[in-house]
């Protein structure tokens, strides 16, 4: 069948009238006259030589439309991870092993060609005969990419879908909304327990991952029970030396949860590892995931921060409150301005050049006059302490070989500059930029433009930039340096507290401004930071299944990335020192390199890296995490049939119970697979196009000149 779009059709139109009157024009008579049928003839001619001529010039689309049908294609997916396994072993893969033996294949064979997959932390085609050999070892359950690679070895499309799952997913993309883009049915078969398995579970441990030296950590706990009623049992914490706290809790039932706080020290400095234990109740069947592993980074002491200020403000207002949030940071303040000094606040510091030895970092804001201290500032700084400059415009014209950032000589902008951040290559890769535990590439971009304060012009040459504006990329947003044994960072933007107002959307844990100036801190007083070479990962614990991402940065004596380094990295147990994995690190920019490490089973691991330029090394780094024993798949293992119910729902199949899949084959109807073809055909000038053209304009050229015709 022949389509063309109104545009082309009248495209078309224009063509064959314009050529018709150029033909009609030029033989409804001729000089000598010619005989009737010969004028038809010639006149013919020109008319197809100039609509091939226009034809061409215009170029209309026209659309060839072919239907075609094939024998349709069901593919089923059959979840093998290890909540399949739950309560007993192999217990819902065994049944949805035995449904798709009882006759539901044979069923859905008669009517279509069967594909069937099995899915969890991996996904391959299981042939007939495979199907029985499945066991529940999946270490977590990826329905979507299971879903891609059963459409990837698929010739065309497929007439149903059919998932036969607990609907426990916790792993890669959200599968609502990639089977809603499919637009194939997806019918669900649940194996989700229609009545949980009476079972005890620590659901959620919050806490800081760094703590100073003796401090009371608290850890807000959550438990829940789905049970009939409510159960008393022991609530623990215990670390290598024994117990360190207990209690007697009544976890209510049904589901409910029941939030405790628990409080341990921290100990000396170093890494410590705690274990949150919930005793189990007589028959509980489930006993793993009431326990839950977790590590504190023990540091010598709390950081101790300044906030110098000229006197109250917004950007004080919330600098101030979001350190004094962090328990591992103790907050002073010293105001600049006469007229600020009678606000009195907790930690106020009268004279600050006589307290410099006793801080870790000072915090800067706006134009904070500090005269006389700002020599003393350079040397606490180039004897290791931490400098924030927040925001950077006039400071960094006074303190000038301190600031990381440089100004003009022009007078400051009557009307400030609104930038938009972006994090550059550099930024992506450092500890600074990673917020909650994460780095976001796309949050940035979406985040609200700020004010750059004063005359900044660009970042100094020895500063590595972390953040840059959009519109000018000579513009830095944050930079920061090493000057002598200490480092600074500077912010060009005021108002960065406004970042916190436009995170709520973006389901992050931690508000990006606070976030920022956390880890920041910590930066900036981190001692071993000096070292050229540095691994980082977003967490010291991670639960079986789940991915290790590692960043390792590779740095020249200012902090700036060294090009071309080679680097290489591998994976220790502890246990046995042998290696277990190794790490392929990827460049990702100048010094900055990635690398992910998966499938590592329960453990204590040390990843570590060695880097190297121009035939030389430059440094090594070394990084402990561990493996809990408790994995992704022990999270919900009763499974999610809510979220089977709308997959199937948002995409317009059906939803079964496992006992009552035995309808599914009755009730759909593949049918043939119907697809329409458009085949687009264009008119291009080619070889033969072009000597039929010129034959013709040949011919009638003969003709003409024969009869004498002008």
Request: aromatic share 6%.
């Amino acid at each position: 069948m022949l389509e063309i779009g109104a545009r082309a059709a009248a495209e078309l139109a224009a063509c064959v009238v314009i050529a018709a009157a150029a033909a009609y024009v030029l033989y409804r008579r001729t000089t000598p006259g010619t005989p009737r049928r010969l004028r038809v003839a010639l006149g013919a001619g020109r008319f197809a030589a100039i609509l091939l001529v226009l034809l061409l010039a215009v170029d209309p689309a026209v659309w060839i439309k072919r239907t075609e049908s094939s024998e349709p294609v069901v593919l089923v997916l059959v979840d093998d991870s290890g909540s399949m396994a739950r309560p007993s072993v192999s217990a819902k893969l065994d049944t949805a092993k035995a449904v798709l033996r009882s006759g539901l294949l044979d069923a859905l064979e008669a009517k279509a060609a069967v594909r069937t997959f099995a899915f969890s932390d991996r996904a391959l085609e299981v042939g007939p005969g495979e199907l029985a050999d499945l066991a529940p070892a999946g270490s977590r359950t990826d329905l979507v990419s299971g879903l891609e690679f059963a459409l990837e070895r698929l010739d065309g499309r497929p007439a149903e879908i059919i998932v036969l799952s607990d609907g426990a997913v916790n792993f890669g993309k959200d599968a609502v909304h990639y089977c809603m883009g499919l637009r194939v049915p997806v019918h669900t078969i649940s194996l989700a327990e229609e009545r949980p398995t009476p079972d005890l579970s620590i659901d959620r441990l919050e806490f800081s991952e760094m703590a100073y030296a003796g401090s009371d950590v608290p850890l807000e706990i959550s438990l829940s029970g789905r049970t009939d009623g409510a159960v008393e049992t022991r609530l623990s914490v215990s670390d290598s030396a024994g117990t360190v706290y207990e209690e007697v809790v009544t976890v209510p039932g049904g589901g409910a949860m029941l939030e405790r706080t628990a409080r341990v020290n921290a100990g000396e400095t170093g890494i410590h590892r705690f274990t949150v234990s919930l005793d189990p109740f007589e028959g509980e069947e489930v006993t793993r995931n009431n326990d839950m592993t977790f590590s504190l980074k023990v540091i010598k002491g709390k950081i101790e921060v300044c906030i110098v200020a000229p006197g109250p403000s917004w950007d004080f207002a919330f600098t101030r409150r979001d350190l004094m949030d962090d328990p591992n940071v103790e907050v002073y303040v010293h105001f600049t301005s006469r007229g600020a000094r009678p606000v009195s606040l907790p930690n106020s510091i009268d004279d600050l050049g006589a307290r410099l030895g006793d801080l870790d970092a000072i915090v800067v804001i706006a134009d904070a006059e500090l005269g006389g201290a700002a020599r003393d500032l350079a040397d606490f700084v180039a004897s290791g302490g931490g400098l924030l400059l927040l925001p950077a415009g006039g400071q960094a014209a006074r303190l000038k070989d301190l600031s990381p950032v440089e100004v003009t000589g022009a007078k400051p902008r009557r009307e400030p500059q609104v930038v938009t951040a972006v994090v550059t290559e550099a930024g992506m890769a450092h500890e600074i930029m990673n917020i909650g535990g994460t780095f976001r590439a796309d949050l940035w971009a979406d985040l609200p433009p700020l004010p750059v304060a004063g005359r900044v012009s660009a970042a100094r040459r020895e500063a590595v930039v972390l953040m840059r504006s959009t519109d000018d990329p000579r513009l830095p947003v944050l930079a920061a340096m090493r000057y002598g044994g200490g480092k600074v960072c500077a912010f060009t933007c005021s108002e960065l507290w406004r970042w916190d107002f436009a995170t709520v959307g973006f389901g992050l844990d931690v508000p990006v401004y606070r976030g920022l100036l956390g880890s920041t801190v910590k930066w900036l007083v981190r001692r071993e930071e000096a070292e050229r070479v540095s691994l980082s990962s977003p967490g010291i614990d991670f639960k079986w299944g789940e991915p290790v991402d590692f960043v390792l940065r590779v740095v020249d004596e200012n902090l700036k990335g060294v090009p071309n380094a080679v680097v290489e990295g591998r994976i220790v147990n502890q246990a046995t020192g042998e290696e277990a994995a190794v790490l392929a690190f990827e460049e990702r920019g100048p010094g900055s390199f990635s690398a992910r490490t998966d499938f590592l089973p329960p453990g204590r691991y040390t990843a570590r890296a060695r880097a190297s330029a121009g035939g030389e090394v430059v440094g090594a780094a070394a990084l402990e995490f561990n493996i809990d024993g408790r994995g992704l798949e022990d999270v919900g293992f009763d499974g999610d049939d809510m979220l089977l119910r709308e997959i199937a729902a948002v995409t317009g199949g059906r939803h079964y119970r496992i006992g009552g899949a035995a309808r599914l084959a009755d009730e759909i109807n593949p049918g043939e697979v119907v697809v329409n073809r458009l085949d687009e055909v264009r008119f291009q000038l080619g070889l033969g196009t072009f000597l039929f053209i010129l034959a013709l304009l040949g011919v009638e050229w003969l003709v003409r000149k024969r009869r004498m015709l002008p």
